[in-house]
């Protein structure tokens, strides 16, 4: 079974604060997502990777940095949240190869709220 | 506009009723998957299909790459069937296929 655990599940932070959002999967997959979903959206892409030590922006990367130190590990990071940031994050991992999205597995989603 | 629109964007069901969510695409796509967030917000993988049809219990989805559809049927709902449901297509973009999110189905099922 898929595994992809994210941590915190739920964060309340100031404008200005730093958030981190982290990402664990024990897939194996080279492909790794953060997205974002608000209501009456679908999932937005934030940035991507395509392996340890590759991050690639995504269709709203504006606001936000990514880090992937490992195979394992993908986190988010908002350097300055905003109150426009308050929404909830899901990551994903793919088992597709190359560049393709392929099948996703998402984790259980992280609700922020930027005060 | 937008490559994957979802319909309807809310539904309301009786338990035992059943009905079809369906998403168009405007462009070819490779594959369709199908999700549900339930209510304690995790994203729950329902169908990954590259052509044809796939069924899981009361669930049953269909996608026809040529008229660009995907559908999602629901037969027999239930209480815990309620949440939004979300189909995402694959297509193409800089030389790779990548996933585009349909706006989502909110799906009430009543007693």
């Known amino acids: 079974e898929a595994a992809v655990t994210q941590s915190p599940r739920n964060k309340v932070a100031v404008t200005g604060g730093k958030v981190t959002l982290s990402c664990n999967q024990t897939n194996n997959h080279n492909n790794m997502y953060w997205y974002r979903q608000d209501t009456g959206h679908g999932l937005r892409l934030i940035h991507y990777s395509y392996g340890a030590g590759s991050t690639e922006k995504g269709d709203i990367p504006d606001g936000y940095k990514a880090s992937r130190p490992s195979q394992e590990n993908f986190s988010l990071i908002l350097e300055l949240a905003t109150p426009s940031q308050t929404s909830v994050y899901f990551c994903a991992s793919g088992d597709a190869p190359g560049r393709n999205t392929g099948q996703l597995y998402f984790g259980e989603g992280s609700k922020l709220t930027v005060l | 506009g937008d490559q994957v629109e979802q319909s309807p964007s809310a539904l309301s069901l009786h338990e035992g009723t059943g009905s079809a969510l369906r998403c168009n695409f405007t462009t070819t796509m490779r594959a369709v998957q199908w999700f549900r967030k339930n209510s304690r917000g995790s994203l729950i993988n329902l169908f990954y299909?590259?052509?044809g049809t796939k069924e899981n219990g009361r669930l049953k989805s269909a996608f026809d790459s040529k008229e660009r559809y995907s559908t999602l049927h629901i037969r027999d709902a239930q209480l815990e069937d309620s949440g939004t449901y979300f189909c995402a297509a694959e297509a193409t973009s800089s030389g790779s296929w990548q996933l585009i999110f349909g706006s989502g189905t909110q799906l009430t099922v009543m007693p």
């Open positions: 299909l590259a052509s």
